[in-house]
């Protein structure tokens, strides 16, 4: 069974705190990315990576840096916590090949700043 | 970027009845379309999708969808929803074939009462 995992369900950190969020898949997958859900504002992609050491912003990176060091994991960085980054952060991860192939998402880390 | 719409963010329904989830997106160059589900407290998890060929689509758990290229709509449906149907589903497009990137619409919370 394929799978997508994230480090935290929940996080509590402070204002201005440097923050990591871990994410790790077993499928061996080229792509991975990092979303930001807001109720009523549905996913917004914050960066992707097409391979190792490989980074993109996406419609939302202000705030935001990432690494990949290696292929199954990509991790989430928040350079200085702030309160409106209070969200539930998703990782995803798909294969690569052709374009329209199915995304794999963790269970989400819900991150609280105060 | 792709703008997607989901046109309800709220559809409270009866068991048993029909459901239709209404979803528009922006561009009128070639894309592929998704519906993803995701069950309280879970990630989100592929439905259905068009990548070309016939214009409906038949997903997992009984959901179909049907494509209008002329209306740039990929409306869901459901003939007859179960309690178990209760989720956020939403809606996505890719940006362009060789596009990677999902862009997601803000959701549609399907209330299923008995």
């Known amino acids: 069974d394929v799978k997508v995992t994230q480090s935290s369900r929940y996080l509590v950190k402070r204002t201005g705190e440097k923050v990591f969020l871990e994410c790790v898949q077993d499928m061996d997958h080229e792509n991975m990315f990092w979303y930001r859900q807001d109720p009523g504002l549905g996913l917004r992609l914050i960066y992707f990576s097409y391979d190792v050491k490989m980074k993109e912003k996406g419609d939302i990176p202000e705030g935001y840096s990432v690494s990949r060091e290696k292929k199954e994991r990509f991790s989430l960085i928040l350079e200085s916590a702030s309160t409106n980054q209070t969200s539930m952060y998703l990782c995803a991860s798909s294969p690569p090949g052709l374009p329209g192939s199915e995304a794999f998402f963790g269970q989400g880390t819900r991150l609280t700043v105060v | 970027a792709q703008s997607v719409t989901q046109l309800d963010s709220q559809v409270p329904v009866f068991e048993e009845a029909p459901v239709e989830l209404r979803c528009n997106y922006s561009?009128?160059?070639?894309?592929?379309l998704f519906w993803y589900v995701q069950y309280p407290n879970q990630g989100l998890q592929l439905l259905l999708k068009y990548l070309s060929g016939s214009t409906l689509v038949k997903g997992i758990n009984g959901f179909e969808a049907e494509f209008n290229k002329s209306q740039t709509s990929f409306h869901l449906r459901k003939p007859s929803v179960h309690i178990s149907d209760t989720a956020e589903y939403f809606c996505?497009?890719?940006?362009?074939?060789?596009?990677?990137?999902?862009?997601f619409g803000a959701g549609t919370t399907v209330t299923v009462r008995a």
């Open positions: 996505a497009v890719s940006d362009q074939p060789n596009d990677y990137k999902l862009s």
């Open positions: 561009s009128s160059v070639s894309v592929y």
